[in-house]
């Protein structure tokens, strides 16, 4: 009996040496060896993808030519003369504009300091009295001075129907028949304009 057992714990014992043959155990330095050449191997991975990209950058993006640049200067250079060209046809468009707006209007100011003579000249020839001789004189004047007027461009308001941009109204009367609501019953002083200038309104009587 003691012999087999003897015998048992002998296979025991191979058997053990032999799972730690099979399994040897690494040392420090191994593990260090291997961790020096797994980092060395990412390295080397990590530069291989970075000279990949960089290669794709620059396929992606070459360089332009002499010849490039010099089309991009031209092409601006265009652009800057063509803005340049419609900037000053805009200035002279605004120059003819304004230039043709002065000639129009050129005699406002002194049709509006001849309008009081020509109020004098009607008043006067209402007046009683007056001789023959006297009367054709003032009504001579009084033609002359239309007559000038509307060769520059200014002519009376019409006085039919009230107008709010025409005619200003100092009072106001119940409308008739012959006078219906919004229609001038009576002027107390002509309106006149430069073309489509109001140099003064109507000063009227409204009907309502």
């Known amino acids: 009996m003691s012999e087999e057992i003897k015998n048992e714990e002998i296979v025991e014992e191979v058997e053990t040496t032999e799972e730690v043959v099979e399994t040897p155990e690494k040392s420090e330095l191994d593990l260090a060896n ?16 970075e000279e990949v990209e960089t290669t794709e950058e620059v396929v992606e993006t070459p360089e332009k030519s002499e010849l490039d640049l010099a089309n991009e200067r031209a ?5 800057k003369y ?4 419609a900037e000053m046809q805009n200035i002279q468009r605004r120059a003819n504009e304004e230039r ?6 050129r005699s406002q100011d002194l049709a509006k ?11 006067a020839l209402q007046v009683e009295g007056l001789t023959e001789d006297v009367k054709k004189g003032l009504e ?4 002359s001075l239309i007559q000038a007027l509307k ?20 009072q106001t009367v119940p409308a008739t028949d012959d006078c219906p609501a919004e229609h001038i019953a009576q ?18 009587v409204v009907s309502e």
């Open 113 to 123: 300091k001849i309008l009081p003579s020509l109020d004098n000249l009607e008043r």
């Open 100 to 105: 043709q707006t002065i000639q129009r209007y």
């Open 82 to 85: 063509l803005r340049a060209h």
């Open 151 to 170: 060769e520059e461009g200014v002519e009376e308001v019409a006085t039919d129907v009230f107008d709010p941009n025409l005619h200003m109204a100092i």
């Open 187 to 204: 002027v107390f002083q002509k309106g006149y304009k430069l073309h489509e200038r109001l140099l003064r309104p109507a000063m009227v």
């Open 140 to 143: 001579m004047v009084q033609e």
């Open 34 to 49: 291997e961790e020096v050449n797994n980092l060395s191997e990412e390295i080397k991975n990590e530069e291989i993808v």
């Open 75 to 79: 092409e601006e250079f265009e652009n």
